[in-house]
C-alpha cells in the first residue's frame, strides 16, 4: 500500500527537480530577450523564465501557476480535480482500516465487530472481509496515483499556459480559408492560404 511518507516524498522530488531546471538556465531574471513585433515595428519583451517560474508556483500549490498566468478561471478546477483524488483516497483508506480491524479481531477469535451481527451468523464472512479489504486497497492506490497525475498535469498545464502567452499571435500570422472563382468555368475551388507579411 503506497503511504502518505511516500506521497510527500513525490511531492518533493517533483518540486526539487522543477527548481534545478530553474536555476540551471543561465540567463539572469532581469536579462530578456527582445523580439520585434512585425505590425507596428515595436519591440516587445519575452521572458524565458516565465514558463518555469509558473510551474514552479504550481509544484508548490495547485493553482498558484495559473493564478501567475492570470487564467484564474482554472483555479476551481484545479482544486476541485486533486480535492477529488484525495477525497476518495481518504474514504477508501478508512473503509480498508474498518474492514482489516474487524478481520483482525475475527481472527484474534472475537465475535464483536461492527461486520459480525447480533446472530450467530456473521452478516460479513471472513471472505468477504478478505475481498473487501484487497478491493478498497486497490481503490485507494488508485486514487492517489489519479491524483498524483493530476497535480503533474496541473504542473503541466501552468508551463504550457505561460509558453502560450508569449507566443506571437498578430495578423500578419495566420491561416484563413480561400475561396478562388474561377470565371471561365464558372466554378469555386477551396483552400488554405497560409500568409507571410513581412
Known sequence: MIN???????????????FAQNSENPQSEKEVQNVIDFEGDTPYEI???????????????PGLGQAYNKKYWKIP??????????????????????????YKRRLAGFTDD????????????????????????RNSEL????????YALNIIDA?????????NVDKNLAIRPHIDFETPEASSQMGLTLNFNF
Open 4 to 18: 502518505r511518507q511516500w506521497l510527500v516524498i513525490v511531492l518533493c522530488a517533483c518540486s526539487c527537480i522543477n
Open 47 to 61: 521572458d524565458p523564465l516565465v514558463p518555469a517560474r509558473a510551474a514552479f508556483y504550481s509544484a508548490i500549490l
Open 77 to 102: 478546477i484545479v482544486w476541485g480535480a486533486i480535492g477529488t483524488g484525495i477525497y476518495f483516497y481518504n474514504s477508501n483508506n478508512k473503509l480498508y482500516k474498518r474492514y482489516r480491524s474487524a
Open 114 to 137: 461492527e461486520f459480525f451481527g447480533t446472530t450467530e451468523v456473521p452478516i460479513v464472512s471472513n471472505e468477504g472481509l478478505i475481498r473487501a479489504q484487497q478491493s478498497l486497497r
Open 143 to 150: 486514487s492517489l496515483l489519479i491524483t498524483i497525475g493530476l
Open 159 to 167: 508551463n504550457v499556459d505561460a509558453h502560450l502567452l508569449q507566443w
